[in-house]
C-alpha cells in the first residue's frame, strides 16, 4: 500500500482509534510533516490531544499537534513525498476548496514534478483532469497511479470503462493502451480477462503491433485458458508467430490445436495460418494441402479470394543472399542437368539442384571468376552452357537389342560467362579451368549482353555489334553496323537456329544472319514480320521446333509484346502483353516450354514486372508474384524454363515456380 493522510485535529480521534490496536508495543511507521516545512519518519508510539510520541533516530520524541500539518503512515519509504512536494499539495487541496480549479491542476504539477511517484498527487490531478472532459490526461494520470499504487486506488472500472469508449469510437491504440492497464496492474479483476483478449486482439487486427500483439495474446492465454476468446487468440498466436519469424513453432502450436478443436469455429482461419507458416519454410506441398483445405470448410466467403491467392503463392520459392546466392539482383540464368547457374552484379554462384536440393557448391574456379579485378565484383550479364553430347561404347552387351554406345557429358562441357565489366570468360566446371576473352583479345568490348551457342561457333552480343567465337580456328570474329550492315551496334540479345542467327538491338529492331547459303546480315522489318509489333527495341529471344519467339517493347507508345517467326524470319504472328504507365515495358523476357505428345503446340512463358503470363492450348493463364516473399515491386531481368520448374531472375531475388503445384505446364 502507499499511505494513509491524516489531517491534524479535525481526525485527531479517528487517529486514536485507528491505533488503539497497536497494543502490546506494536508499532508503526508514521511521516510526519511540521509546518515549518521539516518532515520527520520514525515508529509510532502514541499520540493525545496535544501531542504526538513517537521514535526517531532512536530517540522518543514529543510534537505538539500545533506545529504539525500532516501525518502519513507509508507501507514503501520510496513512495513518501519530501516536504515541498507535500506542500504544494496541500496548497492545491486548499486551492480546490476555494474552487480555484487551474491554480489547483498547476500544484499539483508542481507536486508531482518534485516527486513523481506521488501517487496522490496524480491521481487528484487526474479526478480534475475528468471533471474538466479532459478524458486522455485524466487517463494518463490514473495510468500513472496504477502504476505506482495499484492496491491503494482501485481504478480499474473506471480505467475499463474508458477503454469501451475509445474502442466504440475507433480509437483503436487509446483502447489497447488503457486495457493494458487494466490488465497489467489489475489482474484479479473481474475484467482483466477481458481487457487482455481485447487488447491482443486490436493490437493484431487493428493496429498490425505484431511484436506486441504475440507477447500479450501469449499471456492472455497463460493466466485465463478457459477464456471464450481462447480459440480466436491461439489462431491469431500462430499468425504472429509466422510474422516474427518463428514458422516451425507456428506450425506445432497451430497442429495441436487442429487436433484438439478439429470443429472450432476458426479451423479455417488455423488452417491459413498453418498454411502460411508452412510456406516460410518452404514445404510448399503441405502449404497447398492446408489451403486448399481451408476452401473447402470455410463458410466465410470473405476467405476465399485469400485462399485462392495464398494456394497460388505455393508455386513459388525465392531464393536471395539468405540462401548463399552472392546478391539479390538476378541477372542471368543457366540449367544444365542437376546445374543451376546463376548470374549476379557480385559474380558468378552454382547451384546443386538434383532430386529439389538448394546446395551452393563452392569452387576455385568460381571464386576466381568472381575475383577477375581484385577492386570490382566480377557482374554476370549472361549465361550459356556447352554440354557436348560423347558416344562411348557400352560395356555391358547383354543382348543384340543392347545399346551399343551410352551417352555420357564428359569433361568437354563449357560455361560461357557474359559480364558487363570483363568481357566474356569461359569456364571449364570439371577441371576448374578458365580463359578471359576482352578487347585485348578479339572482343569488340567488354560490355556483354548475351550469349548462345551453336553447333560450331559462340555468338556474343555487346554494345559494339556481334562477336563470333569459331570453336574449329580458335578465332573471334566481329560484326558491326559499318562493315557488316548490322541495324545499329547496341546489340543486347541473341538467338541461335540451325539455319540463322538473330541479333536484336535496343532501338533499331532485328538483324538476321543467314547460316546455310548466304552470310550477311541482313536487317529485318519488325512490323512486316509481326504485324501487331509495335516497337524496334528488342528485349529478348528463344527458339522452339522451327520457330524463333521474341519480346518487344516501345517506351514511346508505352507498348510491349511477342512475336513468333518462322527460322528465317519470313512469316510470323504476335500480339501485344502489357500497356500501363506504372510499370517499365522494357522488362519483359520470353521462354518457350517442351513440347508435349498431348499438346498441340508448347507452352509459352513471358515474364514482366507485373506478373508471369503462360500460353498454352487452352489460353492465357497468369500468375502474380508473391508479394509476401518478393516484395511489391519487382523488376525483372531473365526467365529460363527447367524440368516442371520455372525460373525468373529479378531484383528481390531468384524466383522458382512450380509448375506441378497450381497445374501450370
Avoid at 500483439?213 to 504472429?240: H, W, Y
Avoid at 523476357?589 to 513440347?595: D, H, M, N, S
Wanted: proline content about 5%; charged content about 25%.
Amino acid at each position: 500500500m502507499h499511505s494513509k493522510l491524516v489531517p491534524i485535529r479535525a481526525a485527531i480521534s479517528a487517529i486514536l482509534l485507528l491505533f488503539a490496536c497497536f497494543a502490546h508495543g506494536e508499532q508503526r511507521l508514521a511521516t510526519v510533516y511540521l509546518k515549518n516545512g521539516d518532515r520527520l519518519t520514525g515508529d509510532w508510539l502514541a499520540s493525545d490531544d496535544k501531542v504526538v510520541h513517537f521514535a526517531f533516530q532512536e530517540k522518543n520524541i514529543e510534537i505538539d499537534l500545533d506545529k504539525i500539518s500532516t501525518i502519513r503512515f507509508p507501507s514503501d519509504l520510496n513512495l513518501v513525498p519530501d516536504a515541498q512536494a507535500e506542500k504544494h499539495f496541500r496548497n492545491a487541496k486548499a486551492l480546490l476548496e476555494l474552487g480555484l480549479r487551474e491554480q489547483a491542476k498547476r500544484q499539483f504539477e508542481a507536486a508531482i514534478e518534485e516527486f513523481p511517484k506521488y501517487a496522490d498527487a496524480h491521481y487528484n490531478l487526474g479526478l480534475v483532469q475528468k471533471e474538466d472532459g479532459a478524458i486522455d490526461e485524466a487517463l494518463a494520470s490514473f495510468g500513472r497511479v496504477a502504476k505506482i499504487a495499484p492496491r491503494t486506488y482501485n481504478l480499474a472500472a473506471e480505467i475499463k470503462k474508458t477503454a469501451d469508449n475509445y474502442l466504440a469510437s475507433e480509437a483503436f491504440r487509446k483502447a489497447a493502451d488503457a486495457y493494458l492497464l487494466l490488465f497489467d496492474h489489475y489482474p484479479t479483476h473481474s475484467e482483466a480477462e477481458h481487457a487482455g483478449y481485447t487488447a491482443g486482439f486490436i493490437l493484431t487486427e487493428r493496429l498490425q503491433e505484431t511484436a506486441e500483439a504475440l507477447k500479450i495474446l501469449q499471456e492472455a492465454t497463460r493466466r485465463f485458458p478457459e477464456s471464450d476468446d481462447l480459440a480466436k487468440a491461439k489462431c491469431l498466436i500462430g499468425v504472429l508467430q509466422s510474422r516474427v519469424g518463428q514458422p516451425q513453432i507456428a506450425v506445432e502450436e497451430l497442429t495441436t490445436f487442429i487436433q484438439e478443436n478439429p470443429d472450432s469455429e476458426w479451423i479455417d482461419d488455423v488452417y491459413l495460418a498453418r498454411g502460411s507458416a508452412y510456406q516460410q519454410l518452404r514445404m510448399n506441398k503441405e502449404a497447398l494441402d492446408d489451403f486448399s483445405m481451408a476452401i473447402a470448410i470455410t463458410t466465410d466467403p470473405r476467405l476465399i479470394p485469400i485462399l485462392q491467392k495464398k494456394r497460388e503463392e505455393c508455386a513459388w520459392t525465392i531464393y536471395t543472399v539468405s540462401d548463399d546466392l552472392p546478391s539479390n539482383d538476378i541477372q542471368a540464368i543457366a540449367v544444365n542437368g542437376n546445374d543451376l547457374w546463376v548470374g549476379t552484379p557480385k559474380g558468378l554462384a552454382r547451384v546443386d539442384i538434383s532430386l529439389g536440393t538448394w546446395q551452393i557448391r563452392t569452387e576455385s574456379g568460381i571464386e576466381q571468376i568472381n575475383r577477375l579485378n581484385p577492386n570490382v565484383p566480377t557482374n554476370v550479364r549472361a549465361l550459356a552452357v556447352y554440354s557436348p553430347t560423347i558416344k562411348m561404347p557400352n560395356p555391358i552387351e547383354e543382348d543384340e537389342d543392347s545399346p551399343s554406345v551410352i551417352e555420357e557429358v564428359d569433361k568437354k562441357t563449357e560455361v560461357w560467362i557474359g559480364t558487363l565489366n570483363q568481357g566474356v570468360v569461359r569456364y571449364n566446371p570439371a577441371e576448374g579451368l578458365s580463359v578471359n576473352y576482352n578487347t585485348l583479345n578479339g572482343l569488340p568490348h567488354n560490355q556483354i549482353f548475351d550469349i548462345e551457342i551453336g553447333t560450331h561457333d559462340v555468338w556474343v552480343a555487346t554494345f559494339s555489334g556481334v562477336a563470333r567465337y569459331s570453336r574449329s580456328d580458335d578465332e573471334w570474329m566481329v560484326y558491326d553496323r559499318t562493315a557488316d550492315g548490322l541495324p545499329a551496334d547496341n546489340i543486347v540479345a541473341l538467338a541461335v537456329t540451325p539455319v540463322t542467327v538473330w541479333a536484336g538491338t535496343s532501338d533499331a529492331g532485328i538483324a538476321i544472319f543467314d547460316l546455310v547459303y548466304d552470310p550477311l546480315w541482313r536487317s529485318s522489318n519488325l512490323r512486316g514480320m509481326v504485324p501487331e509489333v509495335g516497337g524496334n527495341s528488342i528485349a529478348g529471344f528463344d527458339v522452339s521446333d522451327e520457330s524463333v519467339f521474341f519480346t518487344w517493347y516501345s517506351k514511346e507508345e508505352k507498348e510491349n509484346g511477342y512475336g513468333k517467326v518462322d527460322f528465317k524470319g519470313l512469316e510470323g504472328t504476335g500480339m501485344p502483353v502489357a500497356q500501363t504507365d506504372l510499370v517499365p515495358v522494357e522488362d519483359i523476357y520470353i521462354a518457350v516450354g517442351q513440347r508435349d505428345a498431348m499438346l498441340p503446340s508448347p507452352p509459352l512463358w513471358i515474364a514482366t514486372n507485373d506478373a508471369v503470363y503462360i500460353k498454352s492450348a487452352s489460353g492465357w493463364d497468369s500468375i502474380g508474384y508473391p508479394a509476401e516473399q518478393i516484395g511489391d515491386r519487382v523488376t525483372v531481368n531473365c526467365i529460363e524454363l527447367g524440368n516442371e520448374t520455372a525460373w525468373i531472375g529479378t531484383s528481390n531475388g531468384l524466383a522458382k515456380i512450380d509448375t506441378n503445384a497450381v497445374g501450370i505446364r
